[in-house]
């Protein structure tokens, strides 16, 4: 079945569709009942360090299984998610779920990595979300070391101290930050300078041909050199071809992570993987 494979291939309704207020609104109306019915689940893709081959982080990625509409990819309902709100309770969901699959792995041995969840700006804004991460963590027994929170560069657009507070506290938790999508946003360096992060995921925008296009090579470039400037790990996001790996080795990035590595897989499958001796 759809979720058996993970992955997000699956992205079967076009454009048109979901633009059309009706599939919005169905949508929408289903977000509650889904939480309910447990429709949603998490993949995981994996973070690999790109000199040694070892797993420093499984990414959780949610899917929708809708009962009607099949797999539905989050590209296709975080937007409206955060418009409604409801990224509130399905982010909580999510934290709960990843925290709870990594003390699991961790009870048998397997947990030798990182699980990072998505955290959207809506999450710090509305919400008290250090306390919450600090309430999931005590709850699950899972230590603030096995967790990695991806921030994108949104979180920091609006004069928010309450947010920069957040992230300055679950940072002082233990807890390891990375700025996702980085490069497609508002790359103000002011909150780098501020911040101190662990990580910098270069998005895929910049990844993809790099080794056949200057100017994508020369912005990776200086993406590595101003991460390591400031003692950040550097991401590759979505590495397809060993053209692009070699080629981004090359210029010095840390850690990879992509279908040419491996497509998100769920959580059995996962396993799987780690358990393939090198
Ligand atoms: P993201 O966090 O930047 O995740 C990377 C996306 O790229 C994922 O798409 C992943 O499946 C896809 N990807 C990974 N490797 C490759 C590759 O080699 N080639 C290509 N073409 N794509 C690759 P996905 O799972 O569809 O998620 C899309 C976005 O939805 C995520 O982007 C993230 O912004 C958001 N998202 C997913 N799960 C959550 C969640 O639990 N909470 C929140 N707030 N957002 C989420
Ligand atoms: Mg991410
Ligand atoms: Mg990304
Ligand atoms: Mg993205």
Request: net charge negative.
């Amino acid at each position: 079945s759809a979720k058996q494979t993970g992955g997000n291939q699956y992205r079967i309704y076009d454009k048109d569709i979901i633009s059309t207020n009706d599939y919005r609104f169905t949508l929408e109306n289903d977000f509650q009942r889904a939480l309910e019915e447990q429709e949603f689940f998490l993949v995981y893709q994996p973070k690999v360090d790109i000199n040694t081959g070892d797993i420093k982080s499984a990414e959780a990625l949610i899917r929708w299984n809708h009962p009607t509409k099949g797999l539905i990819s989050p590209a296709d309902f975080i937007p409206l998610a955060e418009e409604t709100g409801f990224i509130v309770p399905l982010g909580e969901w999510v934290l709960k779920e990843a925290c709870r699959q990594a003390k699991e792995w961790q009870e048998n041995g397997l947990l030798s990595y990182r699980v990072a969840v998505n955290v959207s700006a809506i999450q710090f804004q509305r919400t008290n979300f250090d306390e919450f991460v600090r309430e999931v963590l005590e709850e699950t027994n899972l230590e603030p070391e096995w967790l990695e929170i991806e921030i994108t560069e949104g979180t920091f657009m609006e004069e928010d101290t309450f947010t920069a507070q957040a992230v300055t506290k679950l940072k002082d938790m233990g807890i390891y930050i990375s700025l996702d999508d980085f490069g497609t946003g508002y790359s103000s360096m002011m909150y780098l300078k501020e911040f101190r992060l662990h990580a910098l995921k270069i998005d895929r925008g910049f990844i993809e041909d790099v080794h056949l296009r200057e100017e994508r090579a020369s912005i990776v470039q200086a993406i590595i050199q101003l991460a390591h400037g400031l003692q950040m790990d550097v991401v590759a996001e979505g590495v397809e071809t060993l053209e692009e790996l070699t080629y981004i080795k090359m210029l010095g990035i840390d850690h990879v992570q992509g279908y040419y590595v491996s497509k998100p897989l769920i959580a059995n499958q996962f396993e799987n993987l780690i358990k393939v001796p090198k």
